[in-house]
T-cell receptor, first 116, second 113 residues
Framework: AQSVTQLDSQVPVFEEAPVELRCNYS??????LFWYVQYPNQGLQLLLK??????LVKGINGFEAEFNKSQTSFHLRKPSVHISDTAEYFC??????????????FGTGTRLQVTL | NAGVTQTPKFQVLKTGQSMTLQCAQD?????MYWYRQDPGMGLRLIYY???????DKGEVPNGYNVSRLNKREFSLRLESAAPSQTSVYFC????????????FGAGTRLSVL
């Protein structure tokens, strides 16, 4: 089984400041990793993913994340946030080689609140 | 391109009532999923359908049933709603393959009184 921990339930930040949203996972097998964003009253949208290759992955809206296998982490970063980045962010994992269905295990989410 | 469409968007039920949440996707995806989202708990998988004609339980299946009507549609039924089923329900779909990405609908907000 897998588990995902997002230690920060809320992260307040001023506009144009950098931000890091933390994600740690636990799994006995290798996993794919994802970050999803949920804007108010909307569904989840894929922000970025790590499947293989370079451990630094870039996503939409200027976000990036780095996969650290030894620390089992996949932290999300943005060098300068905008008001429009206010949303809830979910980290998720999926074990490799589990057949056709892409069953995801989600963290509890981090609410990013950007203010002027 | 509509993607994943969920109906209704909002619903209020009384305890003991039944209802069906509808989900349809137009991306020709093989796999479909139902999640519930509760404050402080993230998304939890209720049921999924890896391909047309198959359904399997997820993490929290009790109190729910599903039907994979055809490749496009995957419905979630609450036979006798309980207040503990008050939640936001999301449907998602994905194509076959290990690197497949899930695409989500906008959600159904359900309140059970």
């Amino acid at each position: 089984a897998q588990s995902v921990t997002q230690l920060d339930s809320q992260v307040p930040v001023f506009e144009e400041a950098p931000v890091e949203l933390r994600c740690n996972y636990s799994s006995s097998v290798s996993v794919y990793l994802f970050w999803y964003v949920q804007y108010p009253n909307q569904g989840l949208q894929l922000l970025l993913k790590y499947l293989s290759g370079s451990t630094l992955v870039k996503g939409i809206n200027g976000f990036e994340a780095e996969f650290n296998k030894s620390q089992t982490s996949f932290h999300l970063r943005k060098p300068s946030v905008h008001i429009s980045d206010t949303a809830e962010y979910f980290c998720a994992v999926r074990p490799i080689n589990t057949g056709t269905a892409s069953k995801l295990t989600f963290g509890t989410g981090t609410r990013l609140q950007v203010t002027l | 391109n509509a993607g994943v469409t969920q109906t209704p968007k909002f619903q209020v039920l009384k305890t003991g009532q039944s209802m069906t949440l509808q989900c349809a996707q137009d991306m020709n995806h093989n796999s479909m999923y139902w999640y519930r989202q509760d404050p402080g708990m993230g998304l939890r998988l209720i049921y999924y359908s890896a391909s047309e004609g198959t359904t399997d339980k997820g993490e929290v299946p009790n109190g729910y049933n599903v039907s994979r009507l055809n490749k496009r549609e995957f419905s979630l039924r609450l036979e006798s709603a309980a207040p503990s089923q008050t939640s936001v329900y999301f449907c998602a779909s994905s194509s076959l393959g290990q690197k497949n990405i899930q695409y989500f609908g906008a959600g159904t907000r359900l309140s059970v009184l």
